[in-house]
Each structure stands twice: as structure tokens, then as C-alpha cells.
């Protein structure tokens, strides 16, 4: 373990064991070491006090940053141009905030530090010589693949209410089996899917009003694109978090921000099972763990399907099974709300509502084989969604991202000829709307400088929008030799005079 360890952390250690000081790499780096990954940053905990830990920095010549606001006890040293923060070992208690705590102060053992951690995999700490100080069974826990809190998860939970999101997130990120010994509920999901919980369990969750949204937002972000996405989510809409709440300050007020409610009715509600193995929920969190672990991709796969089961949605067909024809207008609604509440730019919502709004238009080519594409391309290429080609074609190459992740979450999955189907639509549309289809005049193969050697510049505004149009309808090519060779036609039929 020793010899894993940057040389830049180990001159931190090094440094502040001389001067006589315990000091320890902690935390995430520790757990990411031992399950064989690259950790992303190193942590390093100390007996020394910021005083005592400036002192020593400033002697080695580190450039330092102290007065860390409410980082207690907390020391950036930058060491090979590596920011590393070194903080005095503390302890901590809780009060009525519900993520920062109300007393902090300095501790005179690293187990006193460790037990104020989140979980035990959280827990661990590494001296200089490779030693490892496991005080609650983190590294058993690591080898049988289990997430618990260090203590009775009711109580870290009341402490800092972000650790309930937390634990979604890591489960989402390793893969293991959250557990803990208290609270316990009846399983919940599917029997016999990968994201069924033998046991539920029970999270205060009105400790979550308490969070800021940029917080819980952060957390959802992680959890979304992390490898095992679906476990996490099904931890946290199995718990509550789900339908818990947060909240935003503006203007100096508070106000209460629903963080997931719309998703709590999708679990167990039923699908036709002529194209579905899963329940609504189930299928969802198939679908993200398919695709891409990209944020917009999996919000808006999240959201897919939000509508399924709402009363002015779902209908029954002839052979009495669920039907939830136009659920992505209503879908695209809903995460429209959402998106909106959660703050986020107008660029990316807009993005997220479209890939909802379009996820079922691949569907009915598959069924009747009739393909429109070109007109559809078109329909989006002249509405005055997307701002350029580029991003026009971006849209469509995460729509397809999607919508065969979606389609892999459905008795398809098992058709592996209809998959390539899908397949091949994709890489149609995205071809269309790259080489075929500019957006605006400036996508043209062609500029206005090459137009004034043919034409007066006043005409130009006019000449540009028709071999745009021109183009757009399929019937031009976006070559600059072809573009000028209408333009010419154009100039012969109207007696060199351009009309459109």
C-alpha cells in the first residue's frame, strides 16, 4: 500500500511525522486503494493543530490556504502543484442544521476522528508505512461488498441529513448492497430483477428539508452518471428520498423544493407484457444502466416515461392491457416542471424536455417499416430549437443513445434483429442531420463572399435563405459547387436578376 501512495503525499506524512505529529491519508482514497482504483484526490488527517501544520508547510516552502471559513481544523497545502487538504483530527455534534455541525472541535485520537465518518468503507485511514487502521470493519465491508454507516444509520442520518443521499450515490458508484441493523422495512421491487431489495429500509427523510437544493442536486448528478445508476436509484426511491424535500434560498427567504415526487407511482405499476418484462420503474432504471453515463442522456431517461399510469394517460387496449399512448407529451411536461425546479439552465432543459418530448418517434418506423425521417430531420431542423447543425446533430446522437437503451430494457432486448433495426434508424437520422441538414444559413457549404462574385451584395440576405431552404427540403445538396450551380439556374431563369 506503501508504494501507491504519490510522492507528494507521502512528503506530507513524512514531513509531519518528523516534526513528531501522527498523520494519516483518510477517506475515499483509502477505500479507492484498496478496491484497486486510482484515487481521484488524497485526504490527509493529522494530530498536529493548522498552526502547527502552517508552520511545518512554510518550512518545506508549500504554498498554503488557511481561513477556510467553516472547513475547521482544515489546511490546503499545494504540493507539486497538487492541492491536498490536511486537517487536525476532530470531532463533531449536530445540532438543528441539517448537514453542518453545530460544535466542532479538536480531538486527541485518529479513532475519535474516523467514528464521526459517514460509512465504514468512509472510515479507514494509512500511515506513511502502509499501515492500515480499520476501527469498523471497512475493509471486511469492502470484501463483501457492503455500504453501512459507521454506528446506528438512524443517528448518522439525524446528524447530517446529506448522508442519506450519500449512500444512493456510493451504492450507485461501487455496486454494493447498502445494509443497516435498524429501521428495517419489507423488500421492495420486482422479485427476480437485479434491483430488487430483499430489505427496504427506513431514512428520516424529514431531515431533508433542511438541505439546500444545490446540495441534493449535486448528489443526483453523481448517483445519474455513476456505473451501477440503477441500484442507487432504486435505494432512493425505496426509502422515500424520493418524495423527501429540500430547499432554496432567494432573496433571503426559504422555499421548499419537492426533490423527486413524480417518480414515486411508477414503482410496480404494470406494462404490457407483449413488450415489457419489467414494471415502469424497473424498465427506467434498465434504461440508464444501458446508456451512456452521460447526465443528460440518464436525466432524461429518468423522466422517459414520469407520465406512465397518470389517470389522463393510461388506458387499457382491446386485450385489456395497459396502454399509455402520447405518455411522452405529458412526460415532456412534467420533466419541463422539474427541470425548472431544479434550477437548471435553459440550454440543458431544453435539451432534457426534447429528448423526453421525442424518445417514442423511432417506434412507429420499427412497427410499419415507413420511414420519415428526412421530414422529421426537417420539422426539427426549421423550428427554431437548435441554434446551428452541430448542435442539431448532438441532439439527435443522444436521442439515439437513448432510445436503444430504452429499447434494451424491453422484450426487444431478446430480438436481436430488431435491435440492429434500431440500430440502423439511429445512424440514419444522425447521418441526416450531419451531412444533410444545416440549420441556419451560416451551416451552408457556401459563404456570402462566394456569392459576390455572382450576385450584388443587397441580394444576398434573400439568396442565402433559399438555397438554405432549398437544401433543407432534400432536393439540394449542401456542396458548395451544387449551391453555387443553383444559384446560377436561378440567375438564368430570372434574367440574372435573383428571385426567390
Known sequence: MKSKLPFYIKSILSALNSNGFEAYVVGGAVRDLLLGIEPG?????????????????HAQNWCTVDNLGNNFGCIIAIVEDVPVEITTFRGEAYGTDAHKPEKVWYCETLREDLSRRDFTVNAMAL?????????????????NKILRTVGKASQRYEEDA???????????QLGFNYVQEDDLLPSFGMEGTPYRLEQNFKFPIERCA???????????????VSPYAGKGLMLLLATGLANATCRVKENGVFTEIPILPELEHLAGLHQN??????????????????????????????????????PDVRKLNKEGQPSDHGHEAKSAVIATEIMARFRYPEKFSKLIVWLVAEHMRFAPMLITGEKTLLRWVRSEATSGTFRNQKELTNAYELLVEGFLADMG?????????????GRQLGEQVIALAREKMPVVT??????????????????????????????????????????????????SKHNDSFQN
Not at 290 to 305: E, F, K, V, Y
Request: aromatic share 6%; charged share 30%.
Open 41 to 57: 484526490d488524497f485526504d490527509v488527517t493529522t494530530s498536529a493543530h493548522p498552526e502547527q501544520v502552517l508552520k511545518i508547510c
Open 127 to 143: 500511515d506513511l508505512d502502509g499501515k492500515l487502521y480499520d476501527y469498523f470493519g471497512g475493509q471486511e465491508d469492502l470484501q
Open 162 to 172: 446529506l448522508r442519506m443521499f450519500r449512500a444512493c450515490r456510493f451504492v450507485a
Open 210 to 224: 433542511g438541505l439546500s437544493l444545490e446540495r441534493v442536486r449535486k448528489e443526483i448528478e453523481k448517483l445519474l
Open 273 to 310: 407484457p407483449r413488450f415489457h418484462p419489467y414494471d415502469t420503474w424497473e424498465h427506467t432504471l434498465t434504461a440508464i444502466d444501458n446508456s451512456p453515463r452521460d447526465l443528460t442522456i440518464r436525466w432524461a431517461l429518468l423522466l422517459h416515461d414520469v407520465a406512465k399510469g397518470l
Open 409 to 421: 430494457a424491453t422484450n426487444a432486448a431478446k430480438r436481436p434483429e430488431l435491435m440492429e433495426n
Open 442 to 491: 451560416s451551416d451552408l457549404a457556401i459563404s456570402g463572399k462566394d456569392l459576390l462574385e455572382i450576385i450584388p451584395q443587397a441580394q444576398i440576405k434573400n439568396a442565402l435563405p433559399y438555397l438554405l431552404e432549398r437544401v433543407q427540403s432534400g432536393n439540394l445538396a449542401n456542396e458548395k459547387e451544387a449551391l453555387l450551380s443553383a444559384l446560377k439556374k436561378n440567375l
